[in-house]
């Protein structure tokens, strides 16, 4: 007996996607080019040739959740300018099967003139929303951005906060088949960003194809099952995205230069009290990140696999939101993350007081790290372990010492064993 299947068709399909942009060294150059594109000795060029992306083939299949990493200037903007239609391909094809929404530039496809409420009808209306759909949408659109006193105002008085939570609420607002997000929601306050994670983890969970753009590598292996790295225009990875993330740190490591001389702004510790501050609205915050028990304790000096410290963490959170979780790496001066800790991977539940506040402490037994200088950072994350409340980099030093001459970062275990 046989059966007969049919595929799937891919929500974006590319073959040979390539894009080239010509560069003018003067504004006459254009016009030169375009007067006189041929002489009697031959085709003149007034212009150079940059190739954002070079013959990019890739398929994205329906339900998919897709995370774009490379360095500025790699072409990933590019690519997704042409997924969205908003650039032409210089050779090859893209289709999109789809209502597709995008999350591109600052703004991008806003009217500066035109208010908040006739941008978001002017924006349904492209990404093909009948009338009686904005209608019925609107009111959501408006209430989610929480633009809602500005609606009437032209956006050009908007500040950037406030574009990106307008688009951002039209871009999801629109039901579409597939959302492009491009860094945007960088932008966006704190506690816009955890709700705007949180409903595309829910477009996630519903099955819509999603291509998600950013620099946050911890973002995107925890939304994305499958990461594509480009460099140069060209694709040099795409599977698991724990794998491309891993192999395209190694790459930033290998490439980035050294930043040990550009010291970290140090974290200071805050004293708040239900006297002089409440709790942060629709968002969460760090109060202090302390060493052993001692609030002014940010350094200490130990020996390697014997001594253990205990770092303390105070938080103040809007106790109408989930508690918040927290993470913890050790890195080098120069930035190399050496390890790291968080409390959703080790399920510990954090308590709070009924206003929002809590306070934890870690402990780390017996450090195994060899001699050298080590930083302490602290994450505040939202309780899906996705969203950054707050962060406090090089909160405290460790200087780590050691009798033994070993080299590295730290000391494995392991056991010597004779075979003769």
């Known amino acids: 007996m046989s059966f007969n299947t049919?595929?799937?068709?891919?929500?974006?399909?590319?073959?040979n996607l390539s894009k080239c942009y010509q560069l003018y060294q003067h504004p006459k150059d254009r016009l030169k080019q375009f007067l006189w594109p041929h002489q009697w000795l031959g085709p003149r060029r007034f212009f150079r040739e940059l190739w954002a992306l070079h013959e990019v083939n890739l398929s994205v299949m329906p339900g998919e959740v897709v995370g774009i990493?490379?360095?500025?200037?790699?072409?990933?903007?590019?690519?997704?300018?042409?997924?969205?239609?908003?650039?032409?391909?210089?050779?090859?094809e893209v289709q999109v099967n789809g209502r597709i929404a995008a999350l591109l530039e600052l703004g991008a496809g806003f009217n500066p003139e035109f208010s908040g409420r006739e941008n978001i009808l002017m924006s349904s209306t492209i990404m093909g929303l009948s009338q009686s759909e904005i209608a019925d949408r609107i009111d959501d659109i408006i209430d989610f951005s929480g633009v809602g006193d500005f609606i009437d105002q032209p956006v050009k008085t908007y500040s950037s906060g406030m574009y990106v939570r307008l688009a951002f609420s039209v871009a999801i607002n629109?039901?579409?088949?597939?959302?492009?997000?491009?860094?945007?929601?960088?932008?966006?306050?704190?506690a816009f960003a955890r709700k705007s994670f949180a409903r595309i983890m829910q477009m996630r969970d519903t099955g819509k194809t999603i291509l998600f753009c950013s620099h946050s590598l911890f973002q995107v292996e925890s939304l994305c099952a499958r990461t594509i790295w480009i460099n140069r225009g060209r694709i040099m990875l795409d599977g698991e995205s724990a794998e491309v993330v891993t192999a395209y740190q190694a790459f930033l490591d290998k490439n980035t230069p050294n930043l040990a001389n550009?010291?970290?702004?140090?974290?200071?510790?805050?004293?708040?009290?239900?006297?002089?501050?409440?709790?942060?609205?629709?968002?969460?915050?760090?109060l202090k990140v302390a060493l052993q028990e001692n609030d002014a304790n940010t350094h200490a000096s130990i020996m390697s696999g014997e001594s253990s410290i205990q770092v303390s963490i105070a938080f103040a959170s809007d106790p109408s939101l989930p508690c918040p979780n927290v993470?913890?790496?050790?890195?080098t001066p120069d930035g190399r993350t050496i390890t790291s800790a968080a409390t959703w991977e080790d399920q510990f539940v954090l308590h709070r007081t009924t206003e929002g506040m809590g306070e934890i402490n870690l402990k780390l037994d017996e450090i195994p790290l060899l001699k050298g200088e080590y930083?302490?950072?602290?994450?505040?994350?939202?309780e899906r372990g996705l969203h950054i409340y707050d962060t406090a980099i090089a909160a405290a030093t460790l200087q780590i010492k050691q009798s033994s001459r070993l080299q590295g970062y730290f000391s494995i275990p392991h056991r010597w064993e004779n075979t003769l």
Request: proline share 9%.
């Open 262 to 286: 550009d010291a970290p702004t140090p974290f200071t510790n805050k004293v708040i009290t239900s006297e002089n501050c409440k709790p942060p609205s629709g968002t969460a915050r760090l």
């Open 174 to 190: 629109v039901d579409p088949d597939i959302l492009v997000i491009d860094e945007a929601l960088s932008v966006g306050d704190g």
């Open 6 to 15: 049919v595929d799937p068709v891919p929500a974006i399909q590319a073959v």
């Open 69 to 92: 990493v490379g360095q500025n200037g790699s072409g990933k903007s590019t690519l997704l300018q042409l997924v969205c239609g908003t650039l032409t391909p210089t050779s090859g």
């Open 327 to 331: 993470a913890m790496t050790l890195q």
């Open 375 to 382: 930083l302490v950072n602290i994450y505040l994350m939202c």
